[in-house]
RNA sequence: GGAGGAUUAGCUCAGCGGGAGAGCGCCUGCCUUACAAGCAGGAUGUCACAAGUUCAAUCCUUGUAUCCUCCACCA
């Protein structure tokens, strides 16, 4: 046989492009037909926005190993891959393109800045793909979609007015969070809050019959030109008798009544609040239950309104307030100002300040859907991975809110809603109106706004397969697996996609949430753009190629925590791809001019078996690992195997053979081992694709590509438990003379001869007898002698223990004998300490009645153990004592 | 104010009822014809603190401390 040459050193870039691109030709990524069950992922859909960070490479790389290892183990598997359109976001990028040149979005025109979106949302929609397809993702390209692409259009429409048609939907106007730099309305969830130093005014208000005044506190001083009411606690014996009565607004001659609402805490400031229902949640909400008017001094923009007395209009809050709080100080209202910390709310896309406003909005009734949502939880439909994280589901559920979806952006689903010019009609409607259903005009307006991207986005599980038609992809692969996200969009997507799920399908979308942690930076901070702490996945994958990324980032994606990475991390992928590299290239060198046989276990020696049985231990870890999404255990299990079991071990055992065997030898040897190289491509295959897919192309017996391969099964024939604990034993012989050879400081080149006198009853005699040279060999020994009558004087040698036997190294010489007399001594002393606690145990009544039976034994066994170790010990001080 | 997470070797983190682990770093010796991105050997831990449950606790319960998230929010 001809073997295929390795090229000498690892080099990712010379083939994971080309493996990349022979897994699209040969149509890899799709489903396989004759699949036995279905599994499905849709990938969340990356912001087009930007390109993908490393979150987004944690993410996909956990999706790729689950997606591959599900394909491999023989199912039909589909990754949907797309982007998401991110309504804000992505507006606000196009507006800071705009803001350069000196321009506003009004200036060019809905049509002409949509266009211009599109073309940036081209731009980075090909970033990402290229990303995604450098990190090896096995996602199926030809069901890629984008949130705003034309099926998926059709199901937000289809969404809205089946929600409208049901009553879940309603407009009106009502107190909002609005950002005005964006301009645009938000949800709840959309404002993020942040403690802020700020001031406390308490501020004087005049009874409007002249006889004297009361105090608030307030905040925000600027408001007070909206307050229609102060508030006190019903309960306050302070203020009983003032309520109802009348009160003049400062700075302005307004009078508002003095009104009792038990929201008003009696130990805050002075009892007392000022009720401004335009421009604080509580107010509106107090407002409405007094039938209070409402009134707004923002504009748009954010800017105060003519609702302000002249001089304030037009300025922003924050400056109004300044200038407000002069005014009152100067007319003596002002009675103190004290430092407040408190928390103000943030544009989640700009970080400005977000204003409550009032405004026509439309909102979608969220409770039932809710309940829906919760009731899956219960049935146990879907399931959280790790399960602490149904907590936080179930607690924003059963406080959920009514959700505001209309935005006052551009970019967008446009809301399906027509108004009637003429009679003023409103029409929802499935498809495009031009026509008034009751008076016929033609002059219809179409709703401004649109729809919050999350509209889109909830929809995708299902969307992306082709709802609201019932395709052959939607009857297939819906309800999807597995989804894989971050914990940070637990509320803004994964709940609702159950919800719009629940409401649409009448199914979850999903069984299986798994939640990772985020990527941070070695000093534990999020990584983001504004502290550029980010790492690139591209920079990585140039440096170290996509395997050595990929198999990183699981090695250190303990389920659900956070990873800290730097640059350096992910050394360790690239050195354990690089030993797969050589190792295989060392096979390949050997099976040059060899002849493949067919195995069976009749032929195999005891490390052939012992090899094996490491192998099928390692399948049953990783079915496990995998079948609990431990992504960790699964790549330890993959890394201890193929390095510390097979190099390490196995090929070094086999070196003798392998090189200079006879050719049968040498035939069956390879042989096997080619046959367990092919075994751990396949193994490792969804944790480093690249390498494992070059390697196994070139393996000589290979067939098709390793994607498409099945995954190793533990085989029955191929399972061998009492050899694998031998070769434990054997080990342990080695690892003896070895410690030995280095504590003692003997030059590796130096041969010494060895004795190991096992004890009458150790199982492993024969085994060790039979693999003298191979031990031998494994110790740098000169002779190795296995003598169980102890016919051989070992009056002379260096004396360890182990469970079973003992060795003798004849290395007189090198011997500190004061020095290992103390290090036996303090052996013996630790023994004892052991015992000590064993003896206790097995004294304790309570424990030999309660305790499980195998911890019984085990304790028996240890007290055998450390009586062993104490006697050898003690026979061996008197050894050394005699070499003096 | 609620909820959750973290606290284990110098660093980053696994483990989570029955004798403390990995990677990196460090020390010693080796370029042994696959790999110096390697091989062999080695050192290092009151498993945050305190009680409790248990025959047995790094692991379960409770409390404390420090750090970090999230949610809610009284002007």
Known sequence: MKAVELSKSYDPKEFEDRIYRQWVENGAFHPDPDGCSHFSIVMPPPNVTGILHMGHALNNTLQDIIIRYQRMKGLKTLWVPGTDHAGIATQNVVERQLAKEGLRRQDLGREKFLERTWQVKDRHHEIITSQL??????????????????????????????????????????????????????????VEYENMPGKLYDVRYPYADGS??????????????????????????????????ELLLPLTDRRIPIIADSFVSMEFGTGMVKITPAHDPNDWEC??????????????????????????????PVSARKLVVEDLKDAGYLV??????????????????????????????????????????????????????????????????????????????RIPVWYCRKCGKMI???????????????DLEQDPDVLDTWFSSWLWPFSTLGWPDRTPDLETFFPTSTLVSAYDIIFFWISRMIMASEEFTLK?????????????DKQGRKMSKSLGNGIDPIEVIDLYGADAMKFTLCYLAAQGQDVQIDMDSFKMGSRFANKIWNATRFLLMNAEGRTLVDIDA?????????????????IETIDRAMAGYRFNDAAQAVYSFFWNDFCDWYVEATKQRLLHGSDEEKDLSISIMIDLLSKSMRLMHPFLSFVTEEIYQRLPGSTGMLISQRYPQVDPAFDFPVEEALVGSLQEAVRIVRAA????????????????????????TSLFIGEKELMASFMGASTLTIDVDSSVDVSQAYPSSALGYEVFCFVKEAIDIDAEILKLEGEIRKAEKNLEGTMRKLSNPQFLQNAKSEAVEKEKGKKAEFEEVIAKAKDHIGLLSRLK
């Open 508 to 520: 979850a979308p999903f069984r299986d949430i798994v939640i990772t942690g985020l990527v941070r």
């Open 212 to 245: 004297g005044f009361i105090t608030v506190a307030t905040t925000r001083p600027e408001t007070m030109f909206g307050d229609v009411a102060v508030a006190v606690n019903p309960d306050d014996e302070r203020y009983r008798d003032v309520v109802g009565k």
């Open 602 to 618: 009749g032929m195999l020696s005891v490390m052939d078996k012992w090899i094996y049985t490491r192998l099928a231990r390692t």
């Open 428 to 442: 929802v409607s499935r498809t495009d109106v031009t026509e008034c259903p009751d008076c016929h005009s033609h």
């Open 741 to 764: 050879r280095s504590q003692l400081g003997i030059a590796p080149e130096k041969r010494f001869g060895v004795v190991i006198r096992p004890s009458k009853d150790f199982t492993g």
């Open 133 to 190: 397809k450098k990190m090896g993702c096995s996602c199926d390209w030809d069901h890629e979609r984008f949130t705003m692409d034309e099926g998926l259009s059709r199901a937000v429409r289809e969404a809205f007015v089946t929600l409208y048609e049901r009553g879940l939907i309603y407009k009106g106007q009502y107190l909002v969070n609005y950002c005005p730099k964006c301009g645009t309305a938000l949800a709840d969830d959309e």
């Open 287 to 316: 407002g409405r239950r007094h039938g209070l008017e409402a009134i707004n001094l923002l504009n748009a923009d954010g800017t105060l309104n003519g609702n302000v007395p002249q001089k304030y209009q037009g300025m922003d």
């Open 336 to 413: 103190k100002e004290t430092d407040h910390a408190h928390d103000v709310g943030h544009c989640y896309r700009c970080h400005t300040i977000v204003e409550p406003y009032l405004s026509d909005q439309w909102f979608v009734s969220m409770k039932g859907m809710a309940d829906k949502a919760l009731k899956a939880l219960r049935d146990g439909d879907i399931v959280f991975y790790p399960k602490r994280w149904e907590n936080t589901y179930v607690h924003w559920m059963e406080n959920i809110r009514d959700w505001c979806i209309s935005r006052q952006l551009w970019w967008g689903h």
